[in-house]
């Protein structure tokens, strides 16, 4: 793959494989507190839903979305944006998951493409691979909220008693408000992020002190 962004077709295609699970950059390992949450009984089967449309909507999922779609902007300062992305993490394990996710992701991008892509945090560092391709922005906001949305679940699948099959349910019924988060970031400003998901964050951080756990987060 020398470039990800020769037609819209190839570009979808290369999107697809960026955000696969597949691809690595170890997302399997972290669950963004979710595992605390899940372990104190407030996410729950019965739960889980509202859990991630709060995520989605209010947290660092809407967070991750904005990041990103500054970061496919012409001209944009991608190491600023990294900064900015690290100043909003608000556990250390959040810090890491974003940091390794996406120096891992960088550096899968580079030995495919040829050019070179620093460390970043992951949304970020997927911003800046997908800056160039003929894509509209909220299609590959709204690919990446689906990833994200997705390795959550996977992980609510492998700590709850929850059938997969119950999970994909639960995801595609977050995907109207993931195209409308989406379509927010696309014209979103620094001024336009934050978070007011107070007991995921408050889950993110006491997970780090947790004797035994699944997850790396």
Not at 5 to 32: C, D, H, I, K, M
């Amino acid at each position: 793959m020398t470039s990800p962004a020769n037609t819209p077709e190839t570009a979808r295609l290369a999107l697809a494989q960026y955000l696969s699970p597949a691809f690595p950059v170890g997302g399997f390992a972290w669950s963004q507190g979710l595992e605390c949450a899940m372990d104190q009984g407030l996410a729950t089967r019965a739960t889980l839903a509202d859990w991630l449309t709060d995520w989605l909507g209010h947290g660092a999922g809407r967070t991750d979305a904005v990041l990103l779609a500054l970061s496919l902007r012409p001209g944009a300062d991608h190491a600023a944006l990294d900064d900015l992305a690290r100043a909003a993490c608000l556990s250390s394990q959040r810090l890491s998951e974003t940091v390794e996710q996406g120096t891992a992701f960088a550096s899968n991008v580079a030995a495919l493409t040829g050019m070179a892509q620093p460390a970043a945090a992951l949304p970020v560092a997927v911003g800046r691979a997908c800056a160039a391709m003929p894509l509209p922005p909220p299609e590959i906001v709204a690919a990446f909220l689906q990833a994200q949305a997705a390795g959550l679940v996977s992980a609510a699948v492998r700590f709850l008693p929850l059938g997969p099959v119950e999970g994909q349910a639960m995801l595609a019924a977050l995907q109207p408000a993931i195209l409308a988060v989406a379509k927010q970031a696309a014209t979103a400003t620094e001024a336009d992020l934050f978070s007011a998901t107070w007991g995921a964050d408050i889950a993110a951080m006491r997970h780090e002190t947790m004797p035994v756990r699944i997850f790396r987060s």
